[in-house]
């Protein structure tokens, strides 16, 4: 048996759609926050009251239009058709997922009936199995894709203090839980108004009212970025020789200067100075002319493998460290199952000439006594590996990118945004280096200290605060985000062995 739509089948389909372009009005670069809350509210909306295959089908056009819009960039590295590919997944995903949302609007208020049930027990489901959809797709295929998660559309909130407590899937469960708790404030009338809507009220009050977890600062650490503006694009044009160059190029007005450490981003040198001499010379001058530890980033062959490597060099000892990326990007660093997926499209199988392996390094540098934790472009989505650097004593963070790819699209300014929530949730400073930009110094209250505009060859020079104290988001995210989900499963299962036990088809 199921319950009455609140919407016909003919109308949530173009509503579904509305719901995932409005979701995506809330990320960077429009970043209208507040919209956030009116996408999932669409979104649960339409499910209502539907049979499954129907949920499926106005989830799936919800998460087709959200995914479009969001990730339009990837379009412009490789075309169109990896990117459709990626946002049919993520659909399916959504999907599946509003197939058990569906269910729990279902099967819940008929287990547990009342104002309580309606209000508190059905929300806290329908916002644990949004975070279960969420975990599964950052983690699955082939270590999945974080992008998109709701709550990586508040790093300018006034909620934006949960991600300390809480972590990302945290935060995004508090806001699917308002989302679904005023929509059944306003479907729900077995209770006066005005008690109907206290809940949402003070559920916002809390959220919006929670301070920030402290992180004081036990010193600073002076640190120069470099944005060499060379021409790192995949298909760019250029010459051996001409990244690094234009990186020293970049860095050569900073020599002299004090400071503490210089970084590079990844895409930054043509060649690796573990077998170049002419690299490993320049990284040398790095180091010598600024009198400091240099973090550069080259292709490194080793032991038989290829890695997308941070590399920490000093003059006098050369690589004394390294780190390789966790997460290269399938189908774009790699191909897994290459036999598999080369006979479908076999040009843009072949266009991804080099497989990266994914690092087994640990993610910090010892730079003079403070411990750095480091990441790679896409690590940054990966809730894992910063947690790790953190929780092995990183005091703040370089997360290294190359956006030269994505042009001015939202892609750079997005990853800029979940810089700044990483900060917020880890309590440390990050300094956000890419070869073209958004090149960003980041407090670990993830505000902007500093910033290089785009596709500009420039530097910048920031006294970061160094931070020893873990956030509950930081010890306790990975148990916080297990926990959501089995809780929403719990409530699922249980409301339909009531029903069972009822009698209740």
Same mark, same amino acid.
């Given at each position: 048996m199921k319950g009455s739509a609140a919407l016909p089948l003919w109308a949530a389909i173009p509503v579904a759609g509305a719901a995932g372009i409005i979701l995506d009005a809330a990320f960077p670069d429009r970043g209208w926050w507040p919209l956030a809350f009116v996408g999932i509210g669409l979104n649960l909306t339409v499910l209502i009251g539907r049979r499954l295959g129907a949920a499926f089908l106005v989830s799936f056009v919800a998460g087709c239009a959200f995914y479009l819009v969001q990730i339009e960039w990837a379009s412009l590295f490789l075309g169109p058709l990896p990117m459709v590919a990626l946002v049919v997944l993520q659909a399916l995903f959504f999907g599946v997922g509003g197939m058990a949302i569906t269910l729990a609007y279902r099967w819940v208020p008929r287990a547990c009936s009342g104002i309580a049930g309606r209000l508190v027990v059905l929300p806290v489901a329908v916002a644990g199995l949004w975070v279960s959809r969420e975990a599964v797709a950052s983690t699955w295929p082939y270590g999945g894709f974080s992008w998109g998660r709701v709550a990586m559309s508040q790093s300018d909130s006034p909620i934006a203090s949960l991600f300390g407590w809480l972590g990302v899937s945290g935060a995004g469960f508090a806001m699917v %839980?308002? !989302?679904?708790?005023?929509? $059944? !404030?306003?479907?729900?009338?077995?209770?006066?108004?005005l008690h109907r809507a206290a809940v949402p009220i003070a559920l916002a009050t809390v959220m919006v009212g929670l301070p920030s977890w402290p992180t004081p600062a036990t010193g600073t650490l002076r640190v120069a970025a470099v944005q060499g503006n060379g021409p790192a694009?995949?298909?760019?044009?250029?010459?051996?020789?001409?990244?690094?160059?234009?990186?020293?190029?970049?860095?050569?007005?900073?020599?002299?200067?004090?400071?503490?450490?210089?970084?590079?981003?990844?895409?930054?040198?043509?060649? =690796?100075? %573990?077998?170049?001499? /002419?690299?490993?010379?320049?990284?040398?001058?790095?180091?010598?002319?600024?009198?400091?530890?240099?973090?550069?980033?080259?292709?490194?062959?080793?032991?038989?493998?290829?890695?997308?490597?941070?590399?920490?060099?000093?003059? $006098?000892?050369?690589?004394?460290?390294?780190?390789?990326?966790?997460?290269?990007?399938?189908?774009?660093? /790699?191909?897994?199952?290459?036999?598999?997926?080369?006979?479908?499209?076999?040009?843009?199988?072949?266009?991804?000439?080099?497989?990266?392996?994914?690092?087994?390094?640990?993610?910090?540098?010892?730079?003079?006594?403070?411990?750095?934790?480091?990441?790679?472009?896409?690590?940054?989505?990966?809730?894992?590996?910063?947690? $790790?650097?953190?929780?092995?004593? !990183?005091? !703040?963070?370089? =997360?290294? =990118?190359?956006?030269?790819?994505?042009?001015?699209?939202?892609?750079?300014?997005?990853?800029?945004?979940?810089?700044?929530?990483?900060?917020?949730?880890?309590?440390?400073?990050?300094?956000?280096?890419?070869?073209?930009? %958004?090149?960003?110094?980041?407090?670990?209250?993830?505000?902007?200290?500093?910033?290089?505009?785009?596709?500009?060859?420039?530097?910048?020079?920031?006294?970061?605060?160094?931070?020893?104290?873990?956030?509950?988001a930081a010890l306790l995210g990975g148990q916080i985000e297990l926990g959501l989900c089995g809780i929403a499963l719990a409530l699922l299962a249980g409301s339909t062995f009531s029903r069972s036990q009822k009698g209740e088809n």
């Open positions: %839980l308002l !989302a679904a708790t005023a929509v $059944e !404030a306003l479907r729900y009338r077995g209770a006066p108004p694009g995949y298909f760019d044009s250029r010459e051996p020789g001409d990244l690094l160059a234009a990186q020293l190029d970049a860095t050569r007005p900073l020599f002299g200067g004090r400071v503490d450490v210089v970084v590079w981003p990844e895409g930054s040198t043509d060649r =690796s100075p %573990l077998t170049d001499p /002419y690299t490993a010379a320049v990284f040398d001058e790095v180091s010598r002319r600024m009198g400091a530890p240099f973090v550069g980033w080259a292709i490194t062959d080793r032991g038989g493998r290829t890695y997308n490597t941070e590399i920490l060099w000093t003059d $006098e000892d050369g690589a004394v460290d390294y780190y390789d990326k966790k997460h290269p990007v399938p189908f774009g660093e /790699y191909v897994p199952d290459r036999a598999f997926w080369r006979p479908f499209a076999p040009d843009l199988i072949d266009l991804v000439q080099r497989d990266y392996t994914p690092g087994t390094t640990d993610p910090i540098f010892n730079v003079e006594g403070v411990l750095i934790g480091v990441n790679i472009c896409f690590d940054v989505v990966d809730d894992r590996v910063l947690r $790790e650097s953190v929780l092995e004593g !990183a005091t !703040a963070i370089f =997360s290294s =990118s190359n956006n030269a790819d994505f042009g001015k699209s939202d892609q750079s300014a997005q990853q800029l945004a979940i810089a700044r929530i990483r900060a917020m949730e880890l309590g440390r400073s990050v300094v956000n280096v890419s070869t073209v930009g %958004l090149t960003a110094a980041i407090g670990p209250d993830g505000g902007v200290l500093r910033q290089l505009p785009w596709f500009t060859s420039a530097s910048l020079v920031e006294d970061v605060p160094l931070v020893q104290t873990v956030t509950p």
